[in-house]
């Protein structure tokens, strides 16, 4: 969260603290306990490294379009196939845990590297728009249904 990149990519300010990913932490927690959805720890198998977080967002937010999978990386990963692998994971997740019909990934649009992903995970672009609490920019809202994920899941039942 305190790279240029990643803040650059989630629009946070240059202040950005530990303090407010301590919070972001927290908000996680909560999540899964309030909800069983939230994000996991993404760590390099080969190096044991944390590399960044990835999983299910489901906010309770004035039109947020439901439960998301989403990713953030640290920028030297970016690029090798982390976001897709834990997308996968993140939406068998939700299809054979949370019970879901649908996912969504709510990516600003100028986020080109984030916005490649969808597309490889099978979801559909379905609209943008100015999300109520970020009026800054439009959010491309990507959707997956059951159905979709089922004919093309992967081999391993991922």
């Known amino acids: 969260m305190m790279s240029a990149e990643v803040r650059r990519a989630l629009h946070l300010p240059d202040d950005y603290s530990r303090a407010d990913a301590w919070r ?7 999540q899964w306990a309030l ?3 939230g994000q996991w720890a993404v760590v390099e198998t080969g190096t044991g490294s944390l590399i960044g977080r990835a999983g299910l967002n489901r906010p309770e937010l004035p039109g ?3 439960i998301e999978v989403g990713w953030t990386l640290d920028p030297g990963r970016w690029g090798r196939g982390f976001a897709t692998e834990a997308g996968e994971r993140s939406i068998a997740y939700a299809f ?3 019970g879901a019909d649908q996912v969504c990934s ?3 649009a100028e986020n080109e590297r984030s916005a490649a992903v969808p597309p490889r995970l099978g979801f559909s672009l379905t609209e943008s728009r100015v999300l109520p609490h ?5 959010h491309d809202i ?3 249904t059951r159905e979709q994920w089922e004919r093309r899941r992967p081999p391993d039942g991922a």
């Not at 972001?24 to 909560?30: D, F, K, Q």
């Not at 970020?134 to 439009?138: I, K, L």
């Open 24 to 30: 972001g932490m927290a908000h996680w927690r909560g």
């Open 35 to 37: 909800r069983g959805t």
């Open 64 to 66: 947020w379009p439901g």
């Open 96 to 98: 054979d845990h949370v």
């Open 106 to 108: 709510v990516i600003l």
């Open 134 to 138: 970020f009026s800054e920019a439009p």
């Open 142 to 144: 990507w959707r997956l």
